[in-house]
């Protein structure tokens, strides 16, 4: 990747990103976490909660799955057992309407397999957000649903509606996983399946799940032009001093090939790593001394049209018909 491009990723892609973690000027309404028990959307809500707190933000917990609220949330509703009109209506008392609110909803499991009759997913997500509003929600992507019923056979399944809906799209990925598909990628080799993937009795979560050192994020988001940006990014543990990265700057996601390495630091481009079409003074100077077969046929007159040139030999029986 050429340094300028890789400079401006840096300059706007990780721009965006702090921005959303700030939930500075509603930049996504709504944003979508993917996770799954290889990598939980854990770290990455604490740091949307800390960077709310750092902007001044109100940060509303609703729990599907949390017994307790966890720390700097300035509210915080239980959700467990509650149909969707009731847990509106909690969080309708807890929002102050006049400040900047950040939504977080810890699992929409439980909105999927019990749906309000009267008011849709699609409804209820839409009725929580509002210009002062914006709203985060998980998604477990390993827990399985029920097949769909016969009345709704041709109605899109509950992920394919959130994508639609959200305005920004956060894949978590363990960073012990990602180095390991990376390196087979290297190498022209099948990527490793981890977990349930691996198709082994007993087995559900694989290697290196839940890396203490972070979490990548796989970035997916829509401007309102309907133009879309997609990013990798590595998120720090909190207890570590480093801030948000772009993947490939990550000393470890790098390359670690000695010789582009070398290429790099002697700034040479992608074309000197291929054969010289050039020739050099002294390739000249030999080619220009070369005789070429036939040589002496090429000192003639043009227009002559084409000669055979043939020494005879003592053996060979010349007849003065052959001469022409």
């Not at 017994?67 to 847990?87: C, N």
């Not at 002062?132 to 769909?148: E, F, G, M, N």
């Not at 992920?159 to 363990?174: E, F, Q, W």
Request: proline letters at 5%; charged letters at 25%.
């Amino acid at each position: 990747m050429s340094p300028l491009t890789l400079q401006h990723r840096r300059a706007h892609n990780l721009l965006l990103m702090q921005k959303l973690l700030s939930t500075r000027d509603a930049s996504s309404p709504f944003t979508l976490v993917l996770d799954s028990v290889e990598q939980t959307a854990g770290p990455l809500a604490r740091a949307w909660v800390r960077g709310a707190k750092a902007s001044k933000t109100d940060v509303v917990f609703v729990a599907y799955e949390s017994l307790k609220a966890p720390g700097d949330v300035s509210g915080f509703v239980k959700a467990r057992g509650r149909d969707a009109e009731a847990v509106r209506g909690e969080i309708a008392r807890v929002v102050v309407g006049s400040r900047r609110t950040l939504l977080i909803l810890d699992s929409l499991y439980p909105l999927i397999m019990n749906p309000h009759p009267s008011l849709p997913l699609s409804s209820f997500l839409s009725s929580l957000t509002s210009p002062t509003t914006s709203l985060l929600a998980i998604y477990h992507t390993d827990v399985p649903l029920p097949s769909p019923s016969s009345t709704t056979t041709y109605a899109p399944t509950p992920l394919t509606l959130l994508r639609y809906l959200a305005t920004t799209v956060l894949t978590t990925h363990s960073f012990s996983q990602t180095l390991a598909r990376k390196r087979a990628a290297e190498k022209s080799r099948s990527g490793p399946l981890f977990g349930r993937e691996e198709g082994k009795e007993g087995v559900l979560v694989g290697m290196g799940a839940n890396d203490s050192r972070g979490c990548v994020i796989e970035m997916e988001y829509r401007r309102k032009s309907g133009r879309g940006i997609e990013e990798w990014f590595f998120l720090p543990e909190l207890h570590r001093d480093d801030r948000i990265v772009l993947l490939d700057d990550h000393e470890l996601y790098r390359r670690s090939d000695a010789n582009e390495g070398t290429l790099e630091a002697d700034g040479l481009g992608a074309e000197s790593a291929t054969f010289e079409l050039e020739l050099t003074e002294k390739q000249r100077r030999d080619r220009e001394g070369v005789v070429l077969p036939y040589f002496d046929a090429q000192k003639g007159e043009g227009g002559g049209g084409g000669r055979i040139l043939y020494d005879m030999g003592v053996e060979d029986d010349f007849d003065e018909e052959d001469e022409i």
